[in-house]
């Protein structure tokens, strides 16, 4: 059995949050996260970009950097990287059996089983610390407090994008319920940075910051006008601290320069704070740089294909916003697949607003919603939808009608994207 086979086999424990397990499993591997500079990022939306923009300035100002990130979109190896990249198939194996012993000695004493992300998130430590990173940027899996990359004590910088209401079963049905999830990320005198809209965010995590002696930043207030936003990103300029920054993105949308907006002023701080040693250029070259695949990524130019992994309402937003500011007028057709246990209806709310023409099939995951459920509810909001159970099927209807469309539009569940991106890439 493979490596991954050997990981997901821990999948059967589902997702449980807390750090007791995750204590006892790195306290037997000689606690490789305690050696490690960590920034530390939360948020509903937004998190996995801003990971992006301060790994890709940190490599360019020449550091050996990690990037924890979460789902995978095409090959398992994603999630763990290192100075550009990905873990190889050798190390993952290695370091698999590595934890796994440690995991078999942990239930032959009596204590609970780890699950699969927490296995996952150890092996990542493991690596970056062998590896001898010298900064790990560490995107949150879910929430923040009792989430598995939460065992690490005293990050650099906690980072908290966005806050909307997602994954209620587990973090709260309240935006300032999920903000307290959220808020567990923010250690004692740590620098804390969030893009956070809501009053109701921001008073949480106020009081939580004040609670830890650790001085808050909001990324919103800082002055920014962008310059131009076209299909091939956005330049914008911003004031922090009386230095004007002028920056170039290729990451597509508004909410894009927000999120670049946020990962600066992180850096920013750290290099204030005498934590960094990072140029100006450094930053503008790894911003430049940055790229987010499955994340309102343009596929091809000619037909235009656009794929963004938009799987609740705050990303389904954002992607109306940004196909009304840059392919208006456009004939579009969409193909789109969701798991049951999200906000269909809003996210609904906003894919209807892109277009009324719909292709509806299913994420390769149990949780998915079934195609037909799916059209069904397109249909009975006044959309044309037709119905192709899996991926392969729905590529191939919208192939054969390509002359009939303007852009083809793929969006909804990542592990949906995944599989379209894959198969359109071949």
């Not at 937004?46 to 360019?60: D, F, H, N, P, T």
């Not at 190896?77 to 990249?85: L, P, Q, S, V």
């Not at 294909?305 to 208006?328: E, M, S, W």
Request: hydrophobic share 40%.
């Amino acid at each position: 059995m493979d490596a991954i086979s050997k990981i997901h086999e821990f999948l059967r424990f589902g997702t449980v949050l807390g750090l007791e397990r995750m204590n006892a499993l790195l306290s037997k591997l000689d606690n490789p996260q305690e050696d490690l500079k960590v920034i530390h990022v939360a948020g509903t939306n937004g998190k996995g970009s801003v990971c992006r923009y301060i790994y890709e300035a940190l490599r360019e100002a020449g550091y050996r950097t990690g990037l924890y990130t979460s789902p995978y979109l095409e090959v398992f190896n994603e999630r763990i990287e290192m100075d550009g990249a990905y873990i190889s198939d050798e190390d993952l194996e290695q370091l698999t059996n590595r934890v796994l012993e440690k995991v078999e000695e942990m239930t032959a004493e009596g204590l609970e089983s780890p699950t699969e992300f927490e296995v996952v998130t150890a092996i990542a430590f493991l690596y970056f610390s062998e590896k001898k990173a010298d900064y790990v940027v560490l995107e949150v899996g879910l929430g923040g407090r009792g989430d598995s990359t939460n065992v690490v004590k005293k990050p650099l910088a906690s980072v908290i994008t966005s806050i909307s209401l997602d994954h209620t079963d587990r973090l709260g049905n309240t935006i300032g319920e999920i903000a307290a999830e959220k808020a567990g990320i923010i250690k004692e005198g740590c620098l804390t940075i969030t893009s956070a809209e809501q009053d109701e965010a921001l008073e949480v995590l106020q009081q939580k910051a004040d609670q830890m002696g650790a001085a808050l930043y909001d990324s919103r207030e800082l002055p920014c006008r962008i310059k131009e936003e076209t299909e091939e990103g956005s330049c914008f300029t911003s004031e922090i601290f009386g230095d004007t920054y002028e920056i170039e993105i290729t990451m597509l949308g508004a909410h894009q320069v927000q999120n670049a907006l946020t990962a600066l002023e992180t850096l920013v701080l750290l290099r204030r704070e005498g934590l960094l040693k990072i140029s100006n250029e450094a930053i503008k070259a790894g911003f430049r740089k940055a790229r987010q695949i499955g994340r309102l990524e343009i596929l091809s130019k000619e037909p235009l294909v656009l794929i963004d992994g938009a799987h609740n309402p705050d990303g389904a937003k954002a992607l109306k916003q940004t196909v009304d500011r840059l392919f208006i007028g456009r004939k579009i057709l969409m193909t789109t697949g969701v798991l049951a246990d999200k906000d269909v209806d809003g996210i609904l709310d906003s894919f209807m607003a892109i277009t009324g023409d719909f292709v509806a099939t299913e994420p390769d995951n149990p949780r998915k919603m079934s195609a037909e459920n799916l059209a069904n509810k397109i249909a009975e909001r006044g959309g044309k939808c037709c119905v192709c159970k899996t991926p392969q099927q729905a590529v191939e209807w919208v192939k054969a009608h390509a002359k009939d469309y303007d852009l083809f539009l793929f969006a909804g569940s990542l592990y949906l994207i995944g599989k379209i991106r894959r198969l359109l890439s071949e």
